[in-house]
T-cell receptor, first 117, second 111 residues
Framework: GAVVSQHPSRVICKSGTSVKIECRSL??????MFWYRQFPKQSLMLMAT?????????EQGVEKDKFLINHASLTLSTLTVTSAHPEDSSFYIC?????????????FGPGTRLTVT | EDQVTQSPEALRLQEGESSSLNCSYT??????LFWYRQDPGKGPEFLFT???AGEEKEKERLKATLTKKESFLHITAPKPEDSATYLC????????????FGTGTRLKVLA
């Protein structure tokens, strides 16, 4: 149990276009999902917390108008990178949160490699 | 400020050479500490959750322990397939349920 999928796994887009990344919890419902960004050989940087049915909470320094997050259902959250630029190229990872008696455990998707040319 | 520090940054071991990875944390209150394994180009894979000092958990060659200030991930007789980046994260007892991640330890086990 606790499987999280992401789609697409890789995407290449031209500068100025928008890209949507989907994150799904396949076998459990997740009221909260998280979006991370990871640069080579670095740890995960939290971008935003996504709550089903409400607006996402963005971390300091993350542009909410550039990284649009929608959590439409208990199993789906989407991240849209708008007007992408080469500096947005990165590895984007989502996680879905599940309550386990004492704490919320996060289960991670396989990641999406975005390359902006 | 809440902080999670992992050491060493990188570690090379011979197959069978046991060692430990460290995760030190400073948070106002700990709800849980989590260990993940991450292979290149993939998402983190859940290993363990610890939530009280003195707690220990084991899985195959891995054993995680927790004190009030740090956690250790012990690797006994590692194999080349244990090579990966090991990440630790803490979740605060109050506020949001977000994680604070450490920078990770890149482990390479040589045959």
């Amino acid at each position: 149990g606790a499987v999280v999928s992401q789609h697409p796994s890789r995407v290449i887009c031209k500068s100025g276009t928008s890209v949507k990344i989907e994150c799904r919890s396949l076998d459990f419902q997740a009221t909260t999902m998280f979006w991370y960004r990871q640069f080579p050989k670095q740890s995960l940087m939290l971008m935003a917390t996504s709550n089903e049915g409400s607006k996402a909470t963005y971390e300091q320094g993350v542009e909410k108008d550039k990284f649009l997050i929608n959590h439409a259902s208990l199993t789906l959250s989407t991240l849209t990178v708008t007007s992408a630029h080469p500096e947005d190229s990165s590895f984007y990872i989502c996680s879905a949160s599940r309550w386990d008696r004492h704490y919320y455990e996060q289960y991670f998707g396989p990641g999406t490699r975005l390359t902006v040319t | 400020e809440d902080q999670v520090t992992q050491s060493p940054e990188a570690l090379r071991l011979q197959e069978g050479e046991s060692s430990s990875l460290n995760c030190s944390y400073t948070v106002s209150g700990l709800r849980g500490l989590f260990w993940y394994r991450q292979d290149p180009g993939k998402g983190p894979e859940f290993l363990f959750t610890l939530y009280s000092a003195g707690e220990e958990k084991e899985k195959e060659r891995l054993k995680a322990t927790l004190t009030k200030k740090e956690s250790f991930l012990h690797i006994t007789a590692p194999k080349p397939e244990d090579s990966a980046t090991y990440l630790c994260a803490v979740q605060e007892a109050t506020g949001t349920y977000k994680y604070i991640f450490g920078t990770g330890t890149r482990l390479k086990v040589l045959a």
